[in-house]
């Protein structure tokens, strides 16, 4: 737990890093899924309900891109922080071992988290500490390594996906019968009942690498416009290029193919030029504040979210939004129940963010 500087709108700080953190981190804790049905009669619930779910194998949904924003906007912000420690003369092997700590607390993280130890390596601490490790390896190499690095982990996996051997498990796109099942057989014993595989850890580092890569170009000398460009169009090629790809190689979030990874960090990459020009260039900063508190606190809302905080949540809303809403519908209940557990939570994360406290590992 250490102390830290209180939000401010000035230019030293890009904000959109905050709020498209935070955004990602409020989505993918708050039960905001839950006010729509897919099997609505309504056509727009039901396209929604659709979007707020993850793809059931192949193709892609809104909800298929919080996990890779994740691991994006992690990346973003490792040159802001390593530079700082850099400039203040820490040692480079100082740092390895405090990165190595902190990528081990984060395995350990995800396996506490983890509901069964089949899926202790597919947990979304679990894959960070992995691609938050080799992102920092990387850190100090010039951009256009990092490009063919990222882009060589991503090929590889789809060789290996590819001309896996072994029998049952030599169909690289078919639902636990490709390489990474086989893999999490051998690691864990048995497979997700989800059918996430641990060997995601590897084509996804590139999310956090192409995170670095945004993060180093947001520092770089040069005006607000050219980087919101170079962004927006790194991004909007990644999403062309993976669904064209996709032609070729289905679109499947369960096993990362490359087709996911580019069209998913394409996402990434125009969320982040979008939400930097609105945010930084156009200076609508008071209205992201929302978000902004809650990208200040990423790993306590994470981390309190998936102990317990949820229960507690739910165990103190529902009283009083049945006796609220209870005479109009089971619908109306959940609807207020959900909204009201947002807002307490993020009066959490707004009580630690007014008194200071911002959790590190």
């Known amino acids: 737990m250490t102390n830290g500087a209180r939000l401010n709108f000035d230019q030293d700080r890009i904000l959109s890093v ?14 905001f899924g839950q006010l729509f049905d897919a099997a609505s009669d309504n056509p727009f619930v039901s396209l929604m309900g659709r979007q707020m779910d993850h793809a059931n194998w192949e193709g892609l949904t809104f909800w298929d891109l919080i996990q890779p924003f994740f691991m994006f906007i992690v990346g973003v912000a490792m040159p802001f922080s390593f530079t700082k420690k850099w400039d203040r003369g820490e040692s480079w092997k100082k740092i390895f071992f405090g990165v190595l700590k902190r990528s081990l607390l984060l395995l350990f993280l995800g396996w506490l988290l983890s509901s069964e130890i089949k899926s202790s390596f597919t947990n979304v601490l679990a894959q960070l500490s992995f691609t938050y490790f080799i992102s920092f390896l990387l850190m100090r190499k010039a951009i256009k390594w990092q490009i063919a690095i990222s882009v060589s982990l991503i090929i590889l996996s789809d060789l290996i996906y590819r001309l896996w051997p072994v029998p049952g498990f030599n169909r690289p796109f078919t639902a636990d019968h490709n390489f990474g099942s086989w893999f999490d057989i051998f690691l864990t014993g048995g497979l997700s009942e989800d059918r996430w595989v641990a060997f995601n850890a590897l084509p996804t580092t590139a999310h956090t690498i192409w995170g670095v890569i945004a993060g180093k170009v947001l520092m770089k000398e040069g005006s607000p416009q050219q980087k919101t460009r170079t962004l927006l169009i790194a ?6 290029a993976g669904y064209a790809l996709g032609v070729y190689i289905p679109i499947i979030k369960r096993i990362c193919t490359s087709s996911f990874i580019l069209v998913s960090g394409g996402w990434a990459l125009t969320g982040l030029a979008i939400s930097y020009f609105l945010i930084d260039v156009l200076n ?7 978000f902004a508190i809650v990208g200040m606190n ?3 809302i994470y981390l309190f979210w998936h102990s317990g905080g949820k229960f507690v949540l739910e165990s103190l809303a529902k009283p009083v939004t049945y006796r609220l809403f209870g005479w109009i519908s089971p619908a109306a209940i959940q609807i207020a129940t959900v909204l009201t557990v947002s807002a307490m939570l993020w009066y959490i994360c707004y009580f630690l963010y007014k008194r200071k406290v911002f959790i590190r590992i």
């Open 298 to 300: 990423p790993l306590f």
């Open 284 to 290: 609508f900063k008071k209205s992201t504040i929302f």
């Open 235 to 240: 991004g909007i090629s990644c999403i062309i």
């Open 18 to 31: 905050d709020f498209f953190r935070g955004f990602t981190m409020f989505l993918l804790v708050s039960g």
